[in-house]
T-cell receptor, first 114, second 115 residues
């Protein structure tokens, strides 16, 4: 199966700053998704990263706070903007070819905002 | 709407004993069901899936799952648990009817295998 390299693996950031997380897939994938996960909890979908067009955001998430890019079929970034301590979480990206194929995940980025 | 439920927050089992992690689903149409495992400080790893065919699906690390249409269940099983199986397990269903194909995850079950 394909492999996603996600970086950084962790970071500690000052409130009010922004952090960009990158995901690189070793092969082309139809879809890429971004999730947020509190430690030990389930995954909450932030948005679907669409290649060549604006991302599709889930309820409660907005582009100004979580701008997403997907310039090609192997790469995507998520920016967490104007961070506050409430943004402290694990952020995960996944690649997915839809239908009966399984999704695969990056290792996650553990973000702490102080 | 598509959904999955994992009724147990935690399952404890002794090493060498069989384990079961429960999952029930609610879907429109045919279910595309998945199990993932997450070890500490790691991303999710795919274990197995049910799309169609045999109700007993075999996956990675000796895990298997049984699809039961009448009970709308897809329980994860392993005949003999290992301490290294201790992790967080997620059941998921693919949201086909919405046209998004996104995965909808259960709340997760923490498996603790004791020596």
């Amino acid at each position: 199966s394909a492999v996603i390299s996600q970086k950084p693996s962790r970071d500690i950031c000052q409130r009010g700053t922004s952090l960009t997380i990158q995901c690189q897939v070793d092969s082309q994938v139809t879809m890429m998704f971004w999730y947020r996960q509190q430690p030990g909890q389930s995954l909450t979908l932030i948005a679907t990263a669409n290649q060549g067009s604006e991302a599709t955001y889930e309820s409660g998430f907005v582009i100004d706070k979580f701008p997403i890019s997907r310039p090609n079929l192997t790469f995507s970034t998520l920016t967490v903007s104007n961070m506050s301590p409430e943004d402290s979480s694990i952020y995960l990206c996944s690649g997915d070819d839809r239908g009966n194929t399984e999704a695969f995940f990056g290792q996650g980025t553990r973000l702490t905002v102080v | 709407a598509q959904s999955v439920a994992q009724p147990e927050d935690q399952v404890n089992v002794a090493e060498g004993n069989p384990l079961t992690v429960k999952c029930t689903y609610s879907v429109s149409g045919n279910p595309y069901l998945f199990w993932y495992v997450q070890y500490p400080n790691r991303g999710l790893q795919f274990l197995l899936k049910y799309i169609t065919g045999d109700n007993l699906v075999k996956g990675s690390y000796g895990f298997e799952a049984e699809f039961n249409k009448s009970q709308t269940s897809f329980h994860l099983k392993k005949p003999s648990a290992l301490v290294s199986d201790s992790a967080l397990y997620f059941c998921a269903v693919r949201d086909i009817p919405s046209g998004t194909d996104k995965l909808i995850f259960g709340t997760g079950t923490r498996l603790q295998v004791f020596p």
